[in-house]
């Protein structure tokens, strides 16, 4: 029975030493291993064995990329106090875990300090809005800043990014105002400019109409002659050889009766209807022709 119990006591130990003589690593990970409190080697991804009761774990530390978010608090070169949001992301270099873990006690706070250090140092020569548009420059050299003093440590730096600028609530407002002002008086131009091009083409279409109206009438008085004097030939060579003039004048005023009924506005026009009327009218015509015959025969004066 003694017999028993021991062998199943030694079983047990050597299966616990054989269980304690491997450790597993998950993938991106590595392990830490020290033997009897010094740093003995560095065991990555998958089975890895190690001298049970002798060496152990002391940590797992991550290969993967990491990020880690900054908020820096400055001063611009124009006096304007800023928060500006920092998002470094880094990792570490693989075959140097033994510096990332043993060398630094609190990586994370030396960072900071580095992106702090340098943030300010860049935006102090900038004024507020410099800064918004030099954003890339300022991550640009936090992580040129970073690539130096932490390379020796262990640790890898893939991207520094500037999220953003943030002034004080007050400055942010003033800031809009004037952006607003400028929009404003922009559109103010614009619409100005735009009532100025359209009066000018109205100037110019008017110019024009008023151009090709003076050229209409011309040429409309130029057939109003040519057709008085193709009148006076027709006459003539009707026998009419003398006043023709005034026949063609009771034509045309009776012409013009016409065309003022057809093409006026106004839908009643007054005319003699009874046949007294009509014979004032034409004996106002006949006393004109009369006139006029007497001038023109009467004695001419020396």
Known sequence: MI???????????????????????????????????????????????????????????????????????????????????????????????????YMLSNHEQQIVAYVQDNVRSSVANMNLDDSFSSKDTIAQNVAE????????????FVNTLVTDIRPDARVRESMNSINAAQREREAAIAQAEAEKIRVVKEAEGAAEAKKLQGRGVAEQRKEIVEGIAQQFALLR???????????????????????????SHTNVMYMPSNPQGMLDLFGGMRDALLATNRIQSGPTRS
Request: no cysteine.
């Open 237 to 263: 060579e009707a026998g009419v050889e003398e006043n023709p003039e005034i026949l063609m004048l009771i034509s045309q005023y009776l012409d013009a009766m016409v065309d003022v009924a057809d093409r």
């Open 145 to 156: 800043s970073l690539r130096d003093n932490m390379a020796e440590y262990g640790w890898n």
């Open 3 to 101: 017999g028993l119990i021991v062998g199943v006591v030694v079983a047990l130990i050597v299966l616990v030493t054989i269980l304690d003589g491997f450790i597993i690593v998950r993938t991106r990970e590595a392990a830490i291993i020290e033997r009897l409190g010094k740093f003995q080697r560095v065991a990555h991804a998958g089975l890895n064995f190690k001298m049970p009761y002798i060496d152990r774990v002391r940590d797992k530390i991550s290969l993967q990329v990491r990020q880690l978010d900054v908020m820096v608090e400055t001063k611009t070169k124009d006096n304007v106090f800023v928060q500006i949001p920092t998002a470094v992301q880094y990792q570490v270099v693989e075959g140097r875990e033994r510096e990332a873990y």
